[in-house]
């Protein structure tokens, strides 16, 4: 494993460094320490290596991740794996606001609590949280799945598409064109499969799945009220 | 004998209750929804026009026209990228999306551009393949919706334009209604096809001047500190926002006045939020001079650009750089007058049609319809374009050489003088005839 040192090394010459590894690359287990808040780390990964950041970094940490994975012991700050294309992030800690934001694909593991507008925009990523997540989280939701374990704050999954979404706790209220649906088999199977692919405990049985109404996808006059 | 004519008042028109305004309560009255259409602000403004310049005479002397040279190259991203742009001409392309235009039109504006030695542009939905390939300068824009936004293009962009907001519509998102949104686009987009699409009006991930300087940090991380990166804002408070920009760490700031275009915005947001371009330009040149950061941070202005003369008029008042999108358009074949007939079918008329969120272009060009844009030939079109860019440059340098200036960016607000009070105040020059500055100090 090779250990890099960010109270010697840049931000910028660590990313730089990670960029430039070949896809065959032998290189594959990172450890970087002593993070202390430092913004846009290991942004922008694209070979499958192994990083693991012991300490808590700050905004777009793991930023438009392809095939990394990345480990955080410690929390992160605002748009932790944001765009996140593909690969794995996990955060032993908590995150800030918009987690996973704009995520197209991949693995986002929360395993504390996530701020607000978790998932926002949100175009194909799966993300997990063990805790719970704030307000107008799954905003303008597209595609992928968010699943919470814990509550969730208030305007959840206002003005979503077609992102799938599981709480376990309450929702404090539910935004624009946001409905309950029926969990179904089909969904229970895919939530169970998502909950053990993120390692996280919990009874797929227990949750319940929201998505959208589909009253918004085409603007009509007599839906002015939910704009 | 004939009865007596009676004596009666002749119908009178009200200058409040005009023609149009009349139409608009009847329209909205009998559909209930608000008009929403394409391009920019139709009122009149005070505009480059209520400019002139003062060529040279005794006092200064001119260049030959044909003998001297005057340059228009400008390098954009010198601040802090590794890799600034350097562009044959001052008229770039603004950013205008695949899903608003056909891929047709996109592939013309980088023929076109690229023949000049200009940049292109992309927009709300992501870069194709074809217009990567068809553009030799291309910025890649990251919008709050983040449509086709992915690390891989990034990568391929020339430069990034983060755009918090636009001069049709400052403030507000978009809307590609579903007519537009063709399996391609919606695939682009991972949204399902043919249904609205809505772009959300902040950032997903930033709010305000301390996000965005992070923000931007972490693009320049992610493309190793090689691309420039440019702020896009909609003209209103262009000192406080030109400012902020720069705090924020951008190499380019574009200012784009309310006579920009868009692909579909209301009509009321058109013509009631924003500022004319005229009136932006000298307040975000100030804001850089007082952060001495002018000429060092390039400023990009658009919005009602039409002819060499804007150009040198945008480049007299401080910007390095103006962009294109309206016009550009026009160039290509919109409101072509050979469409008279097809036009009128759909409502409008040739010199009018703005209706460029309904997807029926007969032109070809804001449309996703297969049938409609095919008859685009990116080639000609782009021909056309290269053509019109390399006008607008040379009557810039016509002008730059009655002025004496052997670059166009040697063009200076003491070259200009206005027409109308208005016009004198909002561009800080004086009024034709006089040494007056309404407003100055």
């Keep these: 494993m090779i250990t890099v040192d960010l109270a010697e090394t840049s931000v910028r010459d660590l990313n730089q460094r990670l960029h430039k590894l070949p896809k065959d690359t032998n290189e594959r287990a990172w450890r970087v320490v002593n993070p202390k808040g430092a913004h846009a780390l290991v942004a922008g990964l694209d070979a499958p290596i192994e990083v693991t950041i012991d300490g808590h970094p700050g905004y777009y940490c793991a930023g438009m991740n392809k095939e990394a994975t990345v480990i955080v012991n410690g929390h992160c700050g605002v748009g932790l794996a944001e765009n996140m294309m593909s690969g794995e992030v996990r ?55 968010l699943v919470v374990c814990g509550d969730v704050g208030s305007s959840f999954g206002d003005s979503i598409y077609e992102a799938r979404l ?45 998505g959208s109404a589909r009253r918004l996808y085409n603007f009509h006059v007599d839906n002015v009220d939910a704009y | 004998m004939s009865a007596p004519i009676p004596v009666r008042t002749p119908p009178r028109r009200s200058a409040t209750f005009d023609e149009h305004s009349i139409a608009e309560i009847q329209r909205a009255a009998a559909t209930g929804i608000y008009d929403i259409r394409g391009a920019g602000t139709k009122r009149k403004l005070p505009h480059f026009d209520d400019l002139l310049f003062l060529g040279a005479s005794v006092s200064r002397y001119p260049l030959e026209g044909y003998r001297e040279k005057c340059a228009t190259d400008v390098v954009l991203g010198t601040r802090f990228a590794k890799k600034p742009l350097h562009l044959k001409t001052p008229v770039t392309i603004a950013g205008m999306s695949f899903g608003a235009l056909s891929g047709q039109a996109k592939e013309a504006l980088g023929r076109g551009a690229t023949a000049m030695g200009t940049s292109t542009t992309t927009g709300d939905g992501g870069m194709t393949p074809e217009e990567r390939e068809s553009s030799k300068t291309l910025v890649y824009q990251l919008l709050p919706s983040r449509y086709g936004m992915n690390p891989d293009d990034l990568r391929k962009a020339d430069a990034v334009e983060i755009v918090v907001g636009q001069g049709a519509k400052p403030g ?50 992610i493309t190793d500190w090689e691309k420039p990166i440019y702020v896009k804002v909609g003209a209103t408070r262009p000192y406080f926002d030109i ?34 371009i005229l009136a932006a330009i000298r307040p975000a040149v100030q804001a850089l001079q007082d952060l001495d950061m002018h000429r060092k941070v390039q400023l990009i202005v658009s919005g009602g650009i039409r002819n060499g003369a804007d150009v040198a008029k945008a480049l007299a008042l401080g910007a390095d750089a103006v962009a294109i999108g309206t016009a550009a358009l026009v160039a290509l074949g919109d409101n072509d007058p050979k469409l008279e007939t097809e036009y009128q079918a759909l409502g409008s008329t040739a010199g009018c049609y703005d ?15 297969p049938e409609l844009a095919a008859r685009l030939d990116p080639v000609k079109a782009g021909r056309r374009l290269a053509n019109y860019l390399a006008v607008l440059t040379m009557e810039a340098q016509i002008i730059a050489r009655a002025c004496g200036k052997s670059h166009l960016h040697n063009l200076e607000p003491d070259d200009l003088v206005a027409l109308t009070v208005e016009s004198a105040a909002m561009a800080r020059v004086p009024l034709a005839g006089t040494s007056w500055i309404p407003g100055a100090i």
């Design chain 2, 243 to 276: 400012a902020l920009a720069v705090k924020s760490g951008a190499d380019v700031v574009v200012l784009d006045g309310m006579q920009g275009g868009t692909a579909a915005t209301q009509e009321v947001f058109i013509e009631h939020v924003g500022i004319p």
């Design chain 1, 91 to 145: 955060v032993k800690g908590n995150a800030s606001d918009a987690a996973g934001a704009t995520g197209r694909g991949g693995l986002l593991v929360v395993e504390g609590d996530a701020g607000l507008r978790c998932g926002i925009s949100m175009k194909g990523i799966d993300i997990v949280v063990a805790g719970s997540v704030g307000h107008m989280s799954a905003f303008m939701a597209q595609t992928g799945s």
């Design chain 2, 172 to 221: 507000g998102g978009g809307m590609l209604l579903g007519q537009k949104i063709s399996a391609r686009v919606a695939a682009m987009r991972n949204l399902p096809q043919g249904i609205d699409q809505r772009s959300a009006c902040r950032h997903p991930d930033w709010t305000g001047p301390d996000d965005l300087t992070i923000k931007i940090q972490e693009i320049r991380e």
């Design chain 1, 166 to 210: 599981y709480v376990q706790g309450k929702v404090e209220s539910l935004g624009a064109d946001c409905i309950e649906k029926k969990m179904t088999p089909h969904h229970l199977a895919k939530l169970e499969k998502l909950l053990k692919r993120a390692g996280i405990e919990a009874d797929a049985r227990r949750f319940r799945r929201y």
């Design chain 2, 355 to 369: 209706d460029w969120h309904e997807g029926r272009d007969p032109a070809g060009i804001t449309t996703q319809d």
